[in-house]
């Protein structure tokens, strides 16, 4: 399997090749009002982002807004972290103590119900506490799921 999965990632099937570089073209041409799809594609992740940035507000953290892509790395500073989510251990996290943006994000996790990606997951073991108040969040979701977000935010929050 390993020695023919080296070589099928580089081999699409010419009719693969012959679809995606007509769906390239295709995606250059008007599309639902905007002048390409590329265009609304842009255009609906500002939006997502939109979304994204006032349900992280409600919940007390000041997004660092991207120009592009469609993750958003938030200041949780303001937020404290119960101490039983700082002592837990896992070993998806290989240092100890758990650092605090791992904390943070299982708290949210767990009491919140909104699942956030802990940046240091990305960091050499020295660099690891350089994260400690950001957590990074995605908005390339359903509306649904972002307004969800927002609305369990501010129900944990208003609580608390």
């Known amino acids: 399997v390993t020695a023919a999965q080296q070589w099928i990632n580089f081999s699409a099937p010419t009719p693969?090749?012959?679809?995606i570089a007509l769906s390239l073209v295709k995606a250059e041409e008007p599309y639902e009002g905007y002048a390409s799809y590329y265009k609304f594609v842009a255009a609906e992740y500002k939006r997502k982002r939109g979304l994204l940035c006032a349900a992280l507000r409600s919940a007390g953290m000041e997004p660092i807004i991207p120009d592009g892509g469609f993750?958003?790395?938030?200041?949780?500073?303001?937020?404290?972290?119960?101490?039983?989510?700082?002592?837990?251990?896992?070993?998806?996290?290989?240092?100890?103590?758990?650092?605090?943006d791992w904390a943070m994000s299982r708290y949210f996790t767990k009491e919140v119900g909104v699942t956030a990606i802990p940046p240091s997951a990305f960091y050499d073991t020295p660099n690891v506490p350089l994260a400690k108040n950001l957590l990074r969040f995605a908005y390339c979701k359903g509306d649904d799921t972002i307004i969800e977000a927002g609305k369990r935010f501010q129900t944990y929050f208003n609580k608390h």
């Not at 693969?16 to 679809?19: L, P, T, V």
Request: charged share 25%.
């Open 16 to 19: 693969n090749q012959d679809a």
């Open 71 to 100: 993750f958003i790395m938030t200041v949780t500073s303001a937020i404290d972290v119960p101490t039983e989510f700082l002592e837990e251990k896992t070993v998806a996290m290989p240092t100890d103590p758990m650092p605090r």
